[in-house]
């Protein structure tokens, strides 16, 4: 009668173990950070593929982004905001799109900003990638895609073309790659909660998937493709908003205009 015991508590310690272990992950945070700067590294020298504007010639528009993410980074809700020396970079294309990749790296399409009509949306959006990161969702993915000595080939290296088609994978939005439904939920769920940390209107990412909504008409939204769209969302936000007390905040309309300026021009 013992033997079974003995069996049973082992069978639930390896449970407990395992289960500890994909809770905590199966890279570490600087294996994280290192992807995420080998990953940027081949983002901001691959003109080819993704034209990154320069921050010493657009320091307006980078300044103005920055101010965002640093309002949005001191929301009580973030976990991790203190791990990464986050980082945004602006991709001078006509794409809606907006991705996020591990270590805390943030890329914004210009045509994506162009498109939107205030700040309070583009927060939304950025609160939404930072949520990714935050929550750990850019890394689970990372995880999901690879082998764990693979991402360490990459940290050294030693696999440039793994890297590549990684890349493209999350700025393109292959469906390997694509978040969970539960993913997004949460991430349009914390984008809510950030914002409401903020003065801007927390519904701003609501304002975001109603343009999304009005560009499918016309075409597909990258951002559709690179962030699938699991139902109706925009309930689910209100829900969120409503839960939290119904904050208000600004749009901040008029200051965006001027921003768009700092942009390069012909978008």
Not at 21 to 49: C, R, T
Request: charged share 25%; aromatic share 10%; net charge negative.
């Amino acid at each position: 009668m013992k033997k079974p015991i003995i069996i049973l508590i082992t069978l639930v310690s390896v449970i407990l173990i395992r289960c500890e272990k994909e809770k905590s992950g199966l890279i570490s945070k600087n294996q994280e950070i290192s992807f995420g700067e080998q990953l940027d590294s081949l983002v901001i020298n691959s003109p080819e593929d993704y034209n990154v504007i320069d921050e010493n010639e657009y320091h307006g528009a980078y300044a103005y982004l920055n101010n965002i993410m640093n309002k949005i980074l001191v929301s009580d809700g973030l976990n991790r905001k203190d791990y990464f020396e986050w980082t945004i970079r602006i991709i001078d294309e006509d794409v809606l799109n907006a991705f996020a990749a591990p270590g805390g790296y943030l890329y914004f399409y210009t045509g994506l900003m162009a498109y939107l009509d205030n700040e309070a949306q583009l927060a939304g959006v950025m609160a939404h990638e930072i949520a990714h990161v935050d929550r750990r969702h850019s890394a689970q993915r990372l995880e999901r895609e690879m082998a764990v000595s693979v991402i360490i080939s990459i940290i050294l290296g030693e696999n440039p073309s793994q890297l590549e088609e990684y890349a493209a994978g999350i700025a393109k939005g292959l469906s390997t790659l694509a978040y969970s439904r539960n993913q997004e939920y949460e991430a349009d769920e914390y984008a809510v909660k950030y914002a409401a940390d903020t003065d801007y209107d927390p519904r701003g990412i609501s304002g975001f998937f109603n343009k999304m909504e009005e560009a499918s008409q016309v075409r597909t939204p990258e951002f559709l493709s690179t962030h699938p769209d699991p139902g109706n969302r925009l309930d689910a936000i209100d829900e969120v908003w409503e839960s939290i007390g119904s904050p208000q905040g600004q749009d901040f309309e008029s200051e965006y205009a001027v921003f768009l300026e700092y942009l390069p021009q012909g978008q």
